[in-house]
């Protein structure tokens, strides 16, 4: 699987293209760390990528709600709850598991990465686009 910022992911605004593949590197970076074959123990680097992604998308969301205020964007209130509805979702993810538990580990980042990619695409092409093309 590629995690990549395609052509149709750019809003024509600089910064939030720039954190949005941002964002999309470090889903990639998360996922071929899971799926190298060499490493034995790298529960501790995917904890500290994944929390990482986790960081840099709330750092994202302030950015780009902050953007979406200073261009008085009417529809920033939803938006926003967009914002912390999926931050919560985030949270549900049991990073613990992944340090503690090797089984369910693959799994885990598997399950977190596939939602929050796409997740992202769909809130890029859908969400974003709006105060874009406003």
Known sequence: ??????????????????EHARLFEL????????????LQNKADSLVHLI????????THFSHEEEYQESIGYERLPEHAAQHRKFEDKLMEFDLDSIENDF???????????????????N????????YVNQ
């Not at 699987?1 to 720039?18: A, C, H, L, S, V």
């Not at 929390?51 to 709330?58: C, D, H």
């Open 123 to 130: 809130h890029i092409l859908k969400v974003d686009m709006l």
């Open 103 to 121: 089984e369910s580990q693959n799994e885990t980042v598997e399950e977190l990465l596939g939602f929050l990619v796409n997740w992202l695409i």
């Open 51 to 58: 929390s990482e992604l986790i960081n840099y998308t709330r």
């Open 1 to 18: 699987m590629m995690f990549e910022m395609k052509p149709e992911y750019y809003t024509g605004i600089d910064f939030i293209d720039q």
């Open 27 to 38: 889903a990639q970076e998360t996922h071929d760390l899971l799926n190298n074959d060499i």
